[in-house]
């Protein structure tokens, strides 16, 4: 954690660690595995609101925890641009980081592969590597997506590849 900013470190301390290293495949060992997620969310969100840092919602979408959709949200000049989130926890999880997508903003910056999926690759895949198994999705969205909206963000935003809704919805009805 050397190099990091205080606030980051902070962060990253307060998120609870997980223990069972088990994927979708493992059964009961999942099961266990996903109660570890959720209360590392869990944590992680109440840290947010109480820091007045709220960015993101998400929650399984199917029964068995592989499918996660929700929202995210960034800032900018006093806007708030908000953002589709989905991904899938890939069957080697937690040895393989889930690959975070943003399918609206699809093909608006190279740092994002086909389907929205944001590029991790060079600075959070090695960091999971070595963290495994005690991230998880927390530590995902903490180290991945929060950076990523913070460095890209503006700059889309800045160049007009991403338009606030209120303007979207003005330019519409002229």
Same mark, same amino acid.
């Given at each position: 954690?050397?190099?990091?900013?205080?606030?980051?470190?902070?962060?990253?301390?307060?998120?609870?660690?997980?223990?069972?290293?088990?994927?979708?495949?493992?059964?009961?060992?999942?099961?266990?595995?996903?109660?570890?997620?959720?209360?590392?969310?869990?944590?992680?969100?109440?840290?947010?609101?109480?820091?007045?840092?709220?960015?993101?919602?998400?929650?399984?979408?199917?029964?068995?925890?592989?499918?996660?959709?929700?929202?995210?949200?960034?800032?900018?000049?006093? +806007?708030?641009?908000?953002?589709? @989130?989905?991904?899938? /926890? =890939? #069957?080697?999880?937690?040895?393989?980081?889930?690959?975070?997508?943003?399918?609206?903003?699809?093909?608006?910056?190279?740092?994002?592969?086909?389907?929205?999926?944001?590029?991790?690759?060079?600075?959070?895949?090695?960091?999971?590597?070595?963290?495994?198994?005690?991230?998880?999705?927390?530590?995902?969205?903490? +180290?991945?997506?929060?950076?990523? @909206?913070?460095?890209? /963000? =503006? #700059?889309?935003?800045?160049?007009?590849?991403?338009?606030?809704?209120?303007?979207?919805?003005?330019?519409?009805?002229?």
């Amino acid at each position: 954690m050397e190099g990091w900013d205080p606030s980051t470190k902070s962060t990253l301390t307060r998120i609870p660690l997980l223990t069972t290293k088990a994927g979708p495949r493992d059964g009961d060992a999942w099961k266990q595995r996903l109660k570890e997620e959720y209360k590392s969310l869990i944590a992680y969100t109440q840290m947010n609101k109480s820091n007045d840092n709220d960015w993101f919602r998400i929650s399984a979408s199917n029964p068995e925890g592989t499918r996660w959709t929700g929202k995210c949200w960034y800032v900018h000049n006093l +806007l708030k641009y908000e953002f589709d @989130l989905q991904f899938d /926890i =890939p #069957i080697t999880y937690p040895a393989t980081a889930p690959e975070l997508e943003l399918p609206e903003i699809d093909g608006k910056t190279q740092k994002m592969y086909r389907g929205g999926k944001i590029c991790l690759t060079v600075h959070f895949k090695p960091l999971w590597a070595k963290n495994c198994p005690r991230f998880g999705i927390a530590h995902a969205l903490c +180290l991945g997506l929060a950076p990523w @909206l913070a460095a890209e /963000i =503006p #700059i889309l935003v800045d160049s007009g590849m991403i338009k606030h809704k209120d303007d979207a919805a003005s330019s519409a009805e002229s």
